[in-house]
Structures are given as structure tokens and as C-alpha cells.
């Protein structure tokens, strides 16, 4: 069965992976991309997705820009990660289409109007998007089926010791999407950090004949880089955002835990923290499927039969 999407993301390197996994399989059906502020600035992360697009020859789908700054936080961005540009390392063709003439959510809204059924919202950067279309347009809550991101991690942080990216740049816009009742689906550090690609693998992506492959290897080669240094304890670059895309094409591959998972917006070390009730300590809800672990080797045999796809 077709699970239909729109990718709320931050292109951002795997950003990239993700948007290359849900539009070479058929399992899934891209209905649209938004962009937000976070790896990069929204114009830039705005132009990748468009950027993105044109490499892999898909401008049939709508793309629109969202939030400038996150709700309440000053925007900071991961420029040391991902680059000035936001997808540093690859040449990658200017845009050749336009973008809608719309803001995020308002796309969002449009797209899930048109739908028939409910649509699943991926969500691979911040969630600023998401909670101000909540805000904006609760009508439309029961067309969402279900939002599937990355962010947060149980006990980890990548950003702060605690707090990962994505829920540190907008810890508030996450705890509004946590607790609006939505099903939800989170990739925490927990697994993506067993998400690596190793540099053999990136060597083998380069050597697939199609200049797609050639550009994410030379993006594959820039991300890792960041990700050598030994506080990390890395084998190779943790490929976050296209967790979630997998999940979605292949859940056997992954163990995954229901808890409660909720937002920190007030620590003064802790702002950002996602508490995930492993122990059911709390008695909330358990309103979140938490992915725990992957099977790697089948994750990455699959994102290199994904990019064998283009000519
Ligand atoms: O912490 C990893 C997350 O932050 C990923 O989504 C990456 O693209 C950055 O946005
Ligand atoms: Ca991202």
C-alpha cells in the first residue's frame, strides 16, 4: 500500500537522502515539500530542497518556504555540520522551476484539503512548521494520519548534552506537536547513531554510473567528515533523516518501544530535552512509537538501490 507524505525538512545532508529515499520508492507517494529554518537559513535550506529537485529530476512536486526563526528561540543554525550552503561538497544544478506561491503551511493545508484520504507528515528538521499549522488550522488535524520525525533522543544529545538538533532550535514548536494528540512516530539519536555509513560504503555510492549517485557520494564525503572527530566515537557519518523514510517503507527493520515522550521547554541546561517514559514512570499516554534500533546493512544496501534507480 502507497503511504502518502509531505517532507517538512532542512536540507541538510540527510535532509537529502530522505527526500532521495521517498522518491525512488514506490511505496511511497511525495505529495510535497516544505521547508524550515535550521540546518541552514530558510532561504538557503529552501533553495537545497529546490536544488534537490532539479538533481533528481522531480519538479512536478510543489515546494514551498516556512518559518523564518522558530517560535520564541533566536534561529541557530549548523553551518559547522552541514556547511555555508547547507548541502556543502556536491555541485549541484541552480533551481529550474518555481516555488509555490505559497507559505509552508499553507501548502500543507492545500495538500491535505486535496487528499482523500489522511497524509503523513515527515518531519526532518525543526517543527515549526508543523505546530504553527496546527495553530493555524486544527480543522485539518484529522487529515494528518500521522507524523514520522527525527528528533530527540532518550539519555543523548548531539547539540547540548542532553538535547538534540532539532528539538533544541525549536523545543517549543515540538512540544506543541507532542501533545496534540497526533499518532507519532520518533527516530531519536538512540537509533540513528546505528544508522552509520561507513566511508567504504560512500566509496561504493561513488561508484554507481548515474551523476545523482555521484552528487551524494560527494555529499556523503563532506557529512562524514564532521562526524571523524573521536569525542563521537563514530565508525562512520549517523545518517538521521532517512530513518524516517525508512521506517515507513520498511518497519521490520527496526525495534521499536511505545512511550511517552514529551518536551523540556524550561531547563535552564535542559531546554530541548525530549523525556521519554521507557518505565512508564509518568502514566501518560503513550503517544509515541520510538524507533530503537535498525538493521544497518539492510539500510544502506538500501539507499544504494535507491540511487542505482536513476539513469
Ligand atoms: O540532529 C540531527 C538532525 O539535525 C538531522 O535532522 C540533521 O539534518 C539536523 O537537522
Ligand atoms: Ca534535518
Known amino acids: 500500500m502507497t503511504t502518502k507524505i509531505i517532507l517538512d525538512c532542512d536540507p541538510g545532508h540527510d535532509d537529502a537522502l530522505a527526500m532521495m529515499l521517498a522518491l525512488t520508492n514506490p511505496e511511497i507517494e511525495l505529495l510535497a515539500v516544505t521547508t524550515s529554518a535550521g540546518n541552514q537559513t530558510p532561504e538557503k535550506t529552501l533553495n537545497n530542497a529546490m536544488r534537490l529537485l532539479t538533481l533528481m529530476h522531480h519538479q512536478e512536486i510543489p515546494v514551498a518556504g516556512g518559518n523564518r526563526t522558530p517560535l520564541l528561540k533566536p534561529l541557530e543554525t549548523a553551518g559547522n555540520v552541514h556547511g555555508k550552503s547547507g548541502l556543502d561538497g556536491a555541485d549541484l544544478p541552480d533551481p529550474d522551476f518555481a516555488v509555490q506561491p505559497l507559505t509552508a503551511i499553507e501548502l500543507i493545508a492545500q495538500t491535505l484539503r486535496e487528499s482523500t484520504t489522511p497524509v503523513t507528515l515527515v518531519v526532518t528538521g525543526p517543527m ?14 484529522t487529515k494528518i494520519a500521522q507524523i514520522v520525525y527525527m528528533g530527540g533522543a532518550m539519555g543523548l544529545g548531539n547539540w547540548t548534552p542532553s538535547v538534540e538538533f532539532n528539538i533544541y532550535v525549536d ?89 511517552n515522550v514529551d518536551v523540556e521547554t524550561a531547563g535552564e541546561l535542559t531546554r530541548g530535552e525530549t523525556v521519554c517514559d521507557y518505565y512508564e514512570l509518568t502514566g501518560k499516554p503513550k503517544n509515541t512509537e520510538v524507533l530503537l534500533d535498525i538493521d544497518r546493512a539492510a539500510f544502506i544496501q538500501l539507499i544504494k538501490d535507491s540511487l542505482k534507480t536513476f539513469g
Open 171 to 259: 523545543p517549543e514548536a515540538a512540544k506543541i506537536v507532542m501533545n496534540a494528540g497526533i499518532p507519532l512516530v520518533m527516530a531519536p539519536l538512540n537509533v540513528t547513531h546505528k544508522a552509520q555509513i561507513l566511508k567504504s560504503e560512500i566509496a561504493e555510492i561513488g561508484q554507481i554510473d548515474n551523476p545523482v549517485a555521484h552528487a551524494f557520494a560527494d555529499l556523503l564525503n563532506f557529512f562524514e567528515r564532521y562526524h571523524e572527530a573521536p569525542k563521537w566515537g563514530f565508525k562512520g557519518a549517523p545518517l538521521h533523516d532517512p530513518c524516517t523514510i525508512t521506517w515507513l517503507i520498511h518497519p521490520e527493520w527496526f525495534k521499536t518501544e511505545r512511550m
Open 128 to 141: 515549526t512548521n508543523i505546530a504553527l499549522f496546527l495553530r493555524v488550522y486544527p480543522e485539518l488535524k
